[in-house]
């Protein structure tokens, strides 16, 4: 717990309340962000499908994996998000806490659920530095302590690879409306498109990867 006279050291002539509006607009500021990001994957996971269907339709189950994969990888880094945007919420909701509590105790007041928000937050690329400086300013302010350098590291791949692998045939299932996938509808192997074809949806596909690869950066 931070005195006035101490926040005011760090922070200047803002008040805790000044402070608290500040990091809460901040908060939602990272929130559309990461709408504005769901957006954007859900448009590239339809041009995704549509070249899928192509592709099945002309029985190039290579492509078809392919593109399938990066559905799931991309479904997964959604999902991300969508947890990373109801996590922000809930530290909007814990600093609006604060607001009601700080006109009773006078003080802000430390917080073990904002810290272990902060640090789940802070590891995801979107919004990583916005944490970092977000749980600097709650430190100073008392109301988490400071970070284990550990939870800086990035998130490891190897799971969502792994999860990829498994469902690849599911969400092929679902996007051919059976033709392709886990239901094995299709029982003659799949012919090979022509070479001058391949090219042609290897580069749709490798422009679409980049895309959706893209939003990680």
């Not at 592709?55 to 078809?64: H, I, L, P």
């Not at 392919?66 to 990888?73: F, G, M, P, Q, T």
């Not at 509590?101 to 590891?123: D, F, H, P, W, Y």
């Not at 090979?192 to 490798?206: C, F």
Request: aromatic content about 4%; proline content about 2%; glycine content about 4%.
């Amino acid at each position: 717990m931070q005195t006035y006279e101490s926040i005011q050291r760090f922070f200047g002539k803002k008040t805790p309340e000044e402070l608290v509006k500040k990091w809460r607009q901040e908060i939602r500021q990272q929130e559309r962000g990461l709408e504005k990001q769901i957006r954007f994957i859900e448009v590239e996971e339809s041009k995704v499908k549509k070249t899928l269907k192509q592709c099945a339709a002309r029985n190039d189950a290579k492509t078809c994996k392919l593109l399938a994969k990066e559905l799931v990888r991309s479904r997964k880094h959604k999902e991300r998000l969508y947890t990373s945007k109801a996590q922000l919420s809930s530290i909007n909701m814990q600093l609006n806490h604060q607001l009601a509590t700080l006109k009773i105790a006078g003080t802000l007041q430390k917080s073990s659920e904002v810290m272990k928000l902060v640090n789940n937050l802070v590891r995801l690329p979107e919004v990583s530095r916005a944490m970092q400086q977000l749980s600097m300013e709650l430190t100073k302010a008392g109301i988490m302590d400071e970070m284990v350098q550990d939870t800086l590291e990035s998130l490891d791949d190897e799971e969502v690879e792994e999860e990829a692998d498994a469902e690849v045939d599911k969400v092929l299932y679902e996007v051919t409306n059976g033709m392709l996938g886990e239901a094995g509808a299709v029982g003659a192997p799949l012919e090979q498109p022509e070479v001058e074809e391949e090219e042609e949806e290897t580069e749709k596909m490798d422009v679409m990867k980049q895309r959706l690869e893209a939003l990680k950066g």
